[in-house]
């Protein structure tokens, strides 16, 4: 018996309709990557497992496609890219104009539960900005990431982005009496917040950061309203007046961009919570129906821990798979209907080596076209060439080959008129 071989769970098939779909998101992601001067660049899929732990920690082991290769050496299928780039440019980087803009859209794998939005492999568009720590960059990647789903068709009434600044959250804290020692656990409790009972929320902020209700109250209060009532409240401290003025500078960049409208400050945003260093962001899509399609933020110390120099620097990454379901709910996705430029159709064999030979012109021009692969009556042509999506239908017969020429069929109307061959090829009309 033939065996049956099913898709691993939480892998896809492209078949020509998705791989459409797939291809389209691609040329927009780079497209947009390289009106704003960035390289595109890769690595391989199969990295180091140690350069993973050292970002994200032995936790992160249970979430990777990792084994020991042949060589004895602990490996991993590759779960971001941010540390490759990082590895790349650790070796590199000192001998490269700053800053540098770099793109790439790699296939990604983590071995995790799947659910909707969330799957064993994916592809990223990947995008930053290294070496450089004007406030600038900042909105520069924030910009290209909205400019990346505009050009898809999503408007501002399709998506946001969420702002934030760590530094700021970081200010807030000690403003209120929170020290370094429990700041990780304290914006441990703030990614939650919007996902938790308020109650719950103070009594985490107490219990695990050690602050007083009244100070948990406060920071609640803050996190629920906007820059406003953050320097109305603490006009004494310069620590949060000058992250807060970075903040103010990097949304008065977007909106100068015309991307205000896609903005919005929620200081409840924090994101890696070991990882990022300042200004972060997730994109979600307004009715909040699937996860976060994008995200990114500022990373200044991630080049130290894989041996590099001390670099700043600034990114994102935005996944297919949410993308994907929400350009097809908003029906943006491309027309993946088949179609070609030409069909052949040769009445009998002995037209067939002329049909060949314009076929092959025609492709060397850069026109798509096809023909039957054997003989057949030329209604059976045309069906074919009815079902492959032909535009024209050029039909050689033994009368018009002699006179150097062939009936040219327009598939849609149904006009038929006669051509010269030559002319055919050489004005392609």
């Not at 898809?152 to 998506?159: F, N, R, S």
């Not at 064999?349 to 060397?364: F, I, K, T, W």
């Not at 002699?402 to 050489?426: N, P, W, Y």
């Given at each position: 018996?033939?065996?049956?071989?099913?898709?691993?769970?939480?892998?896809?098939?492209?078949?020509?309709?998705?791989?459409?779909?797939?291809?389209?998101?691609?040329?927009?992601?780079?497209?947009?990557?390289?009106?704003?001067?960035?390289?595109?660049?890769?690595?391989?899929?199969?990295?180091?497992?140690?350069?993973?732990?050292?970002?994200?920690?032995?936790?992160?082991?249970?979430?990777?496609?990792?084994?020991?290769?042949?060589?004895?050496?602990?490996?991993?299928?590759?779960?971001?890219?941010?540390?490759?780039?990082?590895?790349?440019?650790?070796?590199?980087?000192?001998?490269?104009?700053?800053?540098?803009?770099?793109?790439?859209?790699?296939?990604?794998?983590?071995?995790?539960?799947?659910?909707?939005?969330?799957?064993?492999?994916?592809?990223?568009?990947?995008?930053?900005?290294?070496?450089?720590?004007?406030?600038?960059?900042?909105?520069?990647?924030?910009?290209?990431?909205?400019?990346?789903?505009?050009?898809?068709?999503?408007?501002?009434?399709?998506?946001?982005?969420?702002?934030?600044?760590?530094?700021?959250?970081?200010?807030?804290?000690?403003?209120?009496?929170?020290?370094?020692?429990?700041?990780?656990?304290?914006?441990?409790?703030?990614?939650?917040?919007?996902?938790?009972?308020?109650?719950?929320?103070?009594?985490?902020?107490?219990?695990?950061?050690?602050?007083?209700?009244?100070?948990?109250?406060?920071?609640?209060?803050?996190?629920?309203?906007?820059?406003?009532?953050?320097?109305?409240?603490?006009?004494?401290?310069?620590?949060?007046?000058?992250?807060?003025?970075?903040?103010?500078?990097?949304?008065?960049?977007?909106?100068?961009?015309?991307?205000?409208?896609?903005?919005?400050?929620?200081?409840?945003?924090?994101?890696?919570?070991?990882?990022?260093?300042?200004?972060?962001?997730?994109?979600?899509?307004?009715?909040?129906?699937?996860?976060?399609?994008?995200?990114?933020?500022?990373?200044?110390?991630?080049?130290?821990?894989?041996?590099?120099?001390?670099?700043?620097?600034?990114?994102?990454?935005?996944?297919?798979?949410?993308?994907?379901?929400?350009?097809?709910?908003?029906?943006?996705?491309?027309?993946?209907?088949?179609?070609?430029?030409?069909?052949?159709?040769?009445?009998?064999?002995?037209?067939?080596?002329?049909?060949?030979?314009?076929?092959?012109?025609?492709?060397?021009?850069?026109?798509?076209?096809?023909?039957?692969?054997?003989?057949?009556s030329v209604g059976k042509q045309f069906k074919m060439a009815a079902a492959q999506g032909a535009r024209r239908v050029i039909v050689l017969g033994p009368a018009e080959l002699e006179r150097g020429m062939a009936v040219l069929r327009d598939m849609t109307s149904g006009e038929e008129c006669d051509v010269d061959l030559e002319e055919l090829v050489e004005d392609d009309r």
């Amino acid at each position: 018996m033939a065996k049956g071989f099913r898709r691993l769970p939480g892998f896809r098939d492209f078949a020509p309709e998705d791989f459409a779909a797939r291809a389209h998101v691609f040329e927009v992601w780079r497209r947009v990557s390289r009106c704003y001067g960035f390289a595109e660049y890769d690595g391989p899929p199969l990295e180091p497992l140690d350069l993973y732990v050292e970002k994200s920690g032995r936790e992160i082991v249970g979430q990777l496609y990792s084994f020991r290769d042949k060589g004895e050496r602990d490996v991993s299928l590759r779960p971001e890219m941010t540390p490759s780039l990082a590895r790349i440019l650790a070796e590199r980087s000192r001998s490269l104009p700053k800053p540098i803009r770099w793109f790439s859209v790699p296939q990604l794998f983590r071995y995790e539960r799947q659910q909707r939005g969330r799957l064993r492999e994916h592809f990223q568009w990947n995008v930053d900005i290294v070496g450089e720590e004007a406030v600038a960059a900042d909105a520069e990647i924030l910009a290209v990431a909205l400019d990346g789903l505009r050009e898809l068709g999503l408007t501002d009434t399709d998506v946001r982005a969420r702002v934030s600044d760590r530094r700021l959250l970081t200010a807030l804290l000690r403003a209120l009496g929170v020290g370094e020692a429990q700041t990780l656990d304290a914006f441990t409790v703030i990614d939650k917040l919007e996902f938790e009972d308020p109650e719950r929320s103070r009594e985490r902020l107490a219990n695990e950061v050690g602050m007083s209700p009244e100070g948990a109250a406060e920071l609640l209060s803050l996190l629920a309203g906007g820059l406003g009532d953050v320097s109305a409240r603490f006009p004494g401290r310069a620590d949060v007046t000058e992250a807060e003025a970075r903040l103010r500078e990097y949304v008065a960049m977007l909106e100068a961009m015309g991307l205000g409208a896609y903005v919005e400050l929620d200081l409840r945003i924090v994101r890696g919570l070991a990882y990022y260093t300042g200004i972060v962001f997730e994109i979600f899509d307004r009715r909040r129906g699937l996860r976060a399609i994008c995200g990114g933020g500022r990373y200044d110390r991630l080049f130290e821990l894989v041996g590099g120099s001390p670099l700043p620097a600034v990114g994102f990454g935005m996944g297919d798979v949410v993308l994907t379901e929400l350009l097809r709910e908003h029906a943006l996705l491309p027309d993946a209907t088949r179609s070609v430029d030409y069909y052949v159709v040769p009445v009998s064999a002995e037209e067939r080596p002329r049909a060949l030979e314009l076929a092959h012109a025609l492709r060397v021009r850069g026109r798509s076209v096809t023909y039957s692969l054997r003989q057949q009556s030329v209604g059976k042509q045309f069906k074919m060439a009815a079902a492959q999506g032909a535009r024209r239908v050029i039909v050689l017969g033994p009368a018009e080959l002699e006179r150097g020429m062939a009936v040219l069929r327009d598939m849609t109307s149904g006009e038929e008129c006669d051509v010269d061959l030559e002319e055919l090829v050489e004005d392609d009309r």
